[in-house]
T-cell receptor
Framework: DAKTTQPNSMESNEEEPVHLPCNHS???????IHWYRQLPSQGPEYVIH???SNVNNRMASLAIAEDRKSSTLILHRATLRDAAVYYC??????????????FGTGTRLTIIP | SAVISQKPSRDICQRGTSLTIQCQVD?????MFWYRQQPGQSLTLIAT?????????ESGFVIDKFPISRPNLTFSTLTVSNMSPEDSSIYLC????????????FGQGTRLTVV
């Protein structure tokens, strides 16, 4: 799986939008961009994923650069419950059936009340 | 979606002993995955467990140290053998998605401390 690069940590004020960047300059045409987050003392949970177009769901939005070499996870209004480590992961569709995930170091998001 | 139950949730073990971690899924899945998360670190894949075949181990992990069973499509175990303090980690079970448009699911993890 291709490598991703994320800032080690970020801080945001409560009820403010948060933009979490991810660089994936070696992404291939068959890689989906997935985001997971890990709340304290829990296993990772899915947040959102996309291929080329921007995506929205109830948790977040995913903005994908036109060249797909970077993406940004957007939390529109951060709450204290959003404090977690956020992982940007590339999943190769050609490997479907072998669903292992390669986790990078992730971004530790701290929310300031 | 899939609900994954891991047992035990945590344990403190003596060095030299072994611990078996159980992972139960509420639906049939083809592949199950075991990850290790060392203190303050990210997740690292230990092995992939297919029903009816030997597990596939990632580089740096061996069957003698981390034997895995996969007796059916809803259950798997990971054993941490001959433990040392360096094995103190969180061990997580995961199942893959039914398609590329769905997500992977994780158990809550087993927090192991070896003393």
């Amino acid at each position: 799986d291709a490598k991703t690069t994320q800032p080690n940590s970020m801080e945001s004020n409560e009820e403010e939008p948060v933009h979490l960047p991810c660089n994936h300059s070696t992404i291939s045409g068959t890689d989906y961009i997935h985001w997971y987050r890990q709340l304290p003392s829990q296993g990772p949970e899915y947040v959102i994923h996309g291929l080329t177009s921007n995506v929205n769901n109830r948790m977040a939005s995913l903005a994908i650069a036109e060249d797909r070499k970077s993406s940004t996870l957007i939390l529109h209004r951060a709450t204290l419950r959003d404090a977690a480590v956020y992982y940007c992961i590339l999943r190769d569709i050609s490997n479907f059936g072998n669903e292992k995930l390669t986790f990078g170091t992730g971004t530790r998001l701290t929310i300031i009340p | 979606s899939a609900v994954i139950s891991q047992k035990p949730s945590r344990d403190i073990c003596q060095r030299g002993t072994s611990l078996t971690i159980q992972c139960q899924v509420d639906s049939q899945v083809t592949m199950m995955f075991w990850y290790r998360q060392q203190p303050g670190q990210s997740l690292t894949l230990i092995a992939t467990a297919n029903q009816g075949s030997e597990a596939t181990y990632e580089s740096g992990f061996v069957i003698d140290k981390f034997p895995i069973s996969r007796p059916n499509l809803t259950f798997s175990t990971l054993t941490v053998s001959n433990m040392s303090p360096e094995d103190s980690s969180i061990y997580l079970c995961s199942v893959g998605s039914a398609s590329m448009n769905t997500e992977a699911f994780f158990g809550q993890g087993t927090r192991l401390t070896v003393v």
